[in-house]
């Protein structure tokens, strides 16, 4: 009986086309706009487990790119969900090809000793919340 089930799913699955999978890479959902209307999105392949906390990265797309050249920035959050707490671990820009403006990047156990609440009704606040909103559910627990 078990053979057969496991037979019938193995065929289940050969029968999905291999276009079917996902394709590897970041996959960028929109959660909301910053004050300019400059639109922002989270990664949610990038939303990992890290610890205790919760790891993803978030951008914001600009209409019109910074004299510097920046038109997209990318931030990498570690967030504590249940207490609302975050740190920055890197911020990167990238001009309109995506060659790369400047990148920052703090040593995880440096940011993690600047955790803290996010700053009231900033892109990044609204951004902590879509990665936490946005994470994996746990793994079911097998009986």
Do not use: Y
Request: positive net charge; proline residues 10%.
């Amino acid at each position: 009986m078990a053979t057969t089930r496991i037979l019938a799913w193995a065929a289940a699955l050969a029968a999905i086309p291999a276009t079917a999978a996902l394709p590897p890479g970041p996959h960028w959902v929109a959660v909301g706009t910053h004050i300019d209307g400059n639109p922002v999105e989270v990664d949610t392949r990038s939303i990992t487990p890290w610890g205790g906390l919760w790891r993803g990265w978030w951008r914001m797309t600009l209409a019109t790119p910074r004299p510097d050249g920046t038109a997209v920035e990318k931030n990498l959050e570690a967030i504590d969900c249940a207490r609302g707490l975050t740190a920055s671990l890197a911020v990167v820009t990238l001009r309109t090809d995506g060659s790369t403006v400047s990148d920052a990047r703090e040593a995880p156990s440096a940011a993690i000793t600047r955790l803290g609440p996010a700053t009231p009704g900033t892109t990044g606040e609204m951004a902590d919340r879509a990665i936490c909103r946005l994470r994996p559910p746990p793994p079911k627990h097998r009986r």
